[in-house]
T-cell receptor
């Protein structure tokens, strides 16, 4: 079974609007971390935001927030007030703490339209 | 602050030639180190990870090997490249802790012809 599923291969959003990128995960480990990364066309993976499985509140980092729904095993990334520079691939990832393994989804390509 | 250096940025190699990609981390000690490969338009596939010198785990059987001769140096190698080894290779580091966030190098685009 896929550990991380990103069902949106591509998304479009109008500049200045908010967008949600979906991510669901699968684990039986009670302790895990969830991550989102941005990969612009240059290829470098840029860390955006982290959510721990025991965190009570949703993580936020500037215009990025993570909508963590533990019972549904989803960790959607919300980008508010989209900018042209947000156009990139976005990857959801999970680390199972007991196994020190990271799993990445297949990514979502976000295009921000002016 | 911590930085990660990965080189070369691009590489074109003939089939059957050897490979050596290097990654070094500065500003931290005893990091966890990782090598990933990304095929065009795809997600990341973990190749190797290391929690210490000479402690390397291989995730996928393949034509590649990894070594960690120093605490902050991680090398990806092959004796004979295959066409299927083409891809984008990313090195990453993390420090053991509550979050264990991985930080990535700029990557190497390898084309095997």
């Amino acid at each position: 079974a896929q550990k991380i599923t990103q069902t949106q291969p591509g998304m479009f959003v109008q500049e200045k609007e908010a967008v949600t990128l979906d991510c669901t995960y699968d684990t039986s480990d009670p302790s895990y971390g969830l991550f989102w990364y941005k990969q612009p066309s240059s290829g470098e993976m840029i860390f955006l935001i982290y959510q721990g499985s025991y965190d009570q509140q949703n993580a936020t980092e500037g215009r990025y927030s993570l909508n963590f729904q533990k019972a549904r095993k989803s960790a959607n990334l919300v980008i508010s007030a989209s900018q042209l520079g947000d156009s990139a691939m976005y990857f959801c990832a999970m680390r199972e703490l007991n196994f020190n393994k990271f799993y990445f989804g297949s990514g979502t390509k976000l295009n921000v339209k002016p | 602050s911590q930085t990660i250096h990965q080189w070369p940025a691009t590489l074109v190699q003939p089939v059957g030639s050897p490979l050596s990609l290097e990654c070094t981390v500065e500003g931290t000690s005893n990091p966890n180190l990782y090598w990933y490969r990304q095929a065009a338009g795809r997600g990341l596939q973990l190749l190797f990870y290391s929690i210490g010198i000479d402690q390397i785990s291989s995730e996928v059987p393949q034509n590649l090997s990894a070594s960690r001769p120093q605490d902050r140096q991680f090398i990806l190698s092959s004796k004979k490249l295959l066409l299927s080894d083409s891809g984008f290779y990313l090195c990453a580091w993390s420090v053991e802790g509550a979050k264990n966030i991985q930080y990535f190098g700029a990557g190497t685009r390898l084309s095997v012809l």
